[in-house]
């Protein structure tokens, strides 16, 4: 395999909506190029991109996937990408590593959820981006209503620089508007084509499109528009130039047209990454100074000292931790010893390797500008930077989104619980976005992702990379009490058995404290009411009855409570005693102070089309909600919430089903408030009857 200089190198992530096309187009440009002997299919699991068994099953695309394509003496290093809105942080995290994106839009659906996710992503990076309109052989396929969809959503500089020719499932080739010849192609998959001259009967389109391309092209430059003001047109070569620069300043969507599953289209695509994305060596990338924080500009300079970012990292049972990497500048060399600038640890290269898909191929060095992989790194992880420690310098690290859904899980045989431990261990340094804790109160281990899908799709990689299987349940409301009333109480403890007996006696008042509050204790014992000694044993034992709770089993909260008397035996008393004193004190105290039931309240923000906004805030208050702000942005909106936790188990799938997928949110712990009379009885029932059940099977 041939090392290639940044120059000579293009990377690109094929991004898009679910469906759009985007593994079989990946599968097309491969196969076209040489680099694989068939045209993989993904209803027949057999593309290059999706190899993982879930993938294969679902046929959706779950996780990036790298491969590359040598064309015209040039590697285009392709990142296929998740179009599924759970997944959308390794689509983010593939953006972040490429130079261009490549937009694929379903020419029946248009412009759809994940579409303007994507196209948000890339504009922020300042991506250069193509549009590729695929599936144009489907029925009702249209370019005209799909590129008013797309200039609807992302504006005018969206523009065709080919028109097709045949519409539906006649669609056979493209009228290429820049060299203004058709491309007709064989309809058996081969990719082959012959070049002809544009047939008469859309030479007017095809002329009218093209003055509508250099007109653009004219307008995203000064000079160029001196120029057509002056000639009414362009020369070739300043329209390929001008087409070329407008592209690299985003003034130009240029927007091509392809069939993936006939491989209609495919060189031609290629030509155009080559064309209108740019070399590493032509975009530096963004870095910071480790000590001022200062930023800096990172060229693609094979001379440079080695500066490496770690993208992504795959958890793999058997070939271990497999971390895939865009060598910034300098060059990797396998069979050295580097440095991990991030966690200031030294790190020992094996085989570097380029990424077919799923296959390995071992290369000697990976220059500046190339992505690459590398396995069984001690220390790294994703968001790490590899880096000489004399550089100084660190790429920022992505910021992946917080888990909006947590679902319990339990093992489904004994003794799994530590195995279950490992593997989400070994599964979160693959996917940043996922969560594992154990619930302190309720005990539970939570599962925590971007959606359902995301979370099942985890509990598969369990089972089938880790030989772990788990139940999913929606997780336990870590419900908590509290008083809303003082009074005073008294406990006693007293039993006599023969010999020594036991005996301890405490008076405590209790009082209501503000909410987060949790729980203090005062020793106000005058005289010697009650021995030093058995003080803390007083404490401890309203401790214990505390976490017991009283109306439901949850922890009580938010109380004070004030030892001011008691009494004791010379012989009889003892730690045990006033430890059981207190707890009966405590529970007799419950029993007259008005104990409630408090439930966690979320922050919540919603993002949604402004279409939905009305209907959402019905719902969020049908969930119990108060409604605290709302944001515009573009046109989306933001509804700012505050909604109790447990209405918030089954929100992501009436969002989805209300907005067709369209709209997202956040939430996150804000704080605890008083459960509304009415719902308290049946969730105390609720609570107990679980209690009874559980103690039914430990007998």
């Not at 996917?431 to 539970?444: F, G, L, N, S, V």
């Not at 014992?525 to 505390?546: L, N, S, W, Y």
């Not at 996150?668 to 509304?676: C, I, K, T």
């Amino acid at each position: 395999m041939k090392v290639y200089d940044p120059a000579s190198v293009r990377n690109v992530a094929v991004v898009g909506h679910s469906g759009a096309g985007k593994t079989q187009l990946s599968s097309a440009v491969l196969f076209s190029a040489g680099m694989v002997n068939r045209l993989g299919k993904v209803d027949d699991g057999t593309t290059v991109t999706d190899f993982d068994e879930e993938e294969i099953a679902r046929k959706h695309t779950l996780g990036s996937s790298l491969a590359f394509v040598e064309w015209n003496k040039s590697k285009i290093n392709l990142i296929d990408t998740p179009g599924v809105a759970n997944f959308f942080a390794d689509a983010r995290a593939a953006l972040h590593v490429v130079d261009g994106a490549v937009v694929v839009v379903d020419a029946v659906a248009g412009v759809e959820v994940q579409t303007e996710s994507v196209w948000s992503e890339a504009e922020a990076l300042g991506l250069p981006t193509l549009v590729v309109l695929n599936r144009l052989d489907r029925e009702r396929a249209s370019l005209d209503r799909t590129l008013q969809s797309l200039r609807d959503a992302f504006g005018r500089a969206v523009m065709p620089i080919q028109l097709p020719l045949g519409e539906e499932k006649d669609f056979r080739g493209v009228a290429d508007l820049v060299a203004m010849k058709a491309l007709v192609f064989e309809t058996d998959g081969s990719g082959r084509f012959r070049q002809e001259e544009i047939p008469a009967a859309m030479k007017d389109a095809a002329n009218t499109s093209r003055e509508a391309l250099i007109e653009m092209v004219a307008e995203a430059d000064d000079s160029l528009m001196e120029k057509f003001f002056e000639a009414g047109t362009l020369t070739q070569e300043e329209l390929v130039e001008g087409l070329r620069r407008a592209t690299l300043e985003r003034r130009v969507f240029p927007l091509l047209c392809t069939s993936a599953i006939l491989n209609i289209g495919a060189q031609p695509l290629l030509d155009a990454i080559l064309s209108y994305v740019p070399s590493p060596a032509d975009r530096p990338v963004k870095g910071v100074d480790r000590k001022s924080g200062e930023a800096k500009d990172l060229r693609a300079s094979e001379t440079d000292p080695y500066v490496a970012y770690v993208w992504k990292t795959i958890a793999d049972p058997f070939a271990g931790r497999i971390t895939l990497f865009r060598v910034v500048s300098g060059s990797l060399k396998a069979d050295t010893t580097i440095s991990n600038g991030t966690k200031d640890s030294p790190e020992r290269l094996g085989h570097l390797l380029l990424l077919q898909g799923k296959t390995q191929a071992p290369v000697p060095e990976i220059k500046a500008g190339d992505l690459g992989a590398v396995s069984k790194l001690k220390d790294t992880q994703t968001g790490d930077t590899l880096a000489d420690r004399n550089t100084g310098v660190a790429i920022p690290p992505l910021k992946f989104a917080e888990p909006v859904l947590s679902y319990a899980i339990e093992p489904k045989s004994r003794g799994d619980e530590e195995k279950i431990s490992t593997a989400l261990q070994r599964l979160q340094e693959e996917d940043p976005t996922i969560r594992y804790t154990r619930d302190a109160q309720t005990k539970e281990l939570l599962l925590s992702g971007q959606g359902q899908l995301h979370i099942e799709v985890t509990v598969a990689k369990l089972k089938r990379r880790f030989g772990v299987e788990v139940n999913l349940k929606l997780p336990r409301i870590p419900y908590r009490e509290t008083i809303t009333a003082g009074t005073e109480a008294h406990g006693r403890h007293k039993k006599q058995t023969g010999g020594h007996g036991q005996f301890g006696d405490c008076k405590i008042r209790m009082e209501p404290l503000p909410r987060g509050s949790d729980f203090e204790f005062v020793d106000d014992i005058f005289g010697g009411a009650i021995p030093r000694q058995f003080i803390p044993a007083v404490e401890k034992g309203i401790q214990d009855a505390r976490h017991r709770g009283f109306l439901a089993g949850y922890p009580v909260v938010d109380f004070k409570v004030t030892l001011f008397d008691g009494s004791f035996h010379q012989v009889d008393s003892n730690e045990l005693s006033f430890k059981l004193a207190g707890s009966l004190a405590f529970k007799e105290g419950m029993s007259r102070a008005r104990p409630t039931l408090l439930e966690p309240v979320m922050n919540v923000e919603v993002y949604a089309p402004s279409d939905y906004a009305g209907d959402l805030m019905g719902e969020l208050n049908s969930r119990r909600g108060r409604i605290s702000g709302m944001d515009t942005r573009g046109t989306t909106t933001v509804i700012k919430a505050q909604v109790p936790m447990a209405e918030m188990l089954t929100y992501e799938q009436q969002l989805t089903s209300a907005t067709g997928g369209r709209g997202s949110y956040h939430m996150e712990y804000s704080h605890y408030d008083e459960v509304p009379t009415h719902l308290q009885a049946k969730i105390i029932a609720a609570a107990k009857a679980e209690r009874g059940e559980e103690a039914a099977q430990e007998t």
